[in-house]
Nanobody, 121 residues
């Protein structure tokens, strides 16, 4: 059974940084992405990395502050999160699937359990 395991979350102050990691247990997927879900809100796509085209996608809310990267040898996707704001507080999920990345939650069939990021002022 393929698993996605996230790590790296934590509690930081405004302006702080974290590096989130997600390791796929067996397979390196074409598309790997990070979503987040805050209490009472829908899960939203934050960033994605397409192995085929090399395309990186960022939502407008994180562009310029977050960086997604992949280490194919380690089957790992990272999310460097900088200049954190209270609005970034959420449970961050790693997601993956085959084929090109498409910015739709329904296209992702493999999910991790999430890692919590809490930003305090």
């Amino acid at each position: 059974q393929v698993q996605l395991v996230e790590s790296g979350g934590g509690s930081v102050q405004v302006g702080g940084s974290l590096i989130l990691s997600c390791v796929a247990s067996r397979i390196s997927y074409d598309c790997m992405a990070w979503f987040r879900q805050a209490p009472g809100r829908e899960r939203e796509l934050v960033a994605s990395a397409d192995a085929g085209s090399g395309t990186l996608y960022y939502s407008d809310s994180v562009k310029g502050r977050f960086t997604i990267s992949r280490d194919y040898a380690k089957r790992t996707v990272y999310l460097q999160v900088n200049s954190l704001k209270p609005g970034d507080t959420a449970l961050y999920y790693c997601a993956a699937d085959w084929g090109p990345c498409r910015p739709n939650i329904a296209n992702f069939n493999y999910w991790g359990q999430g890692t919590q990021v809490t930003v305090s002022s």
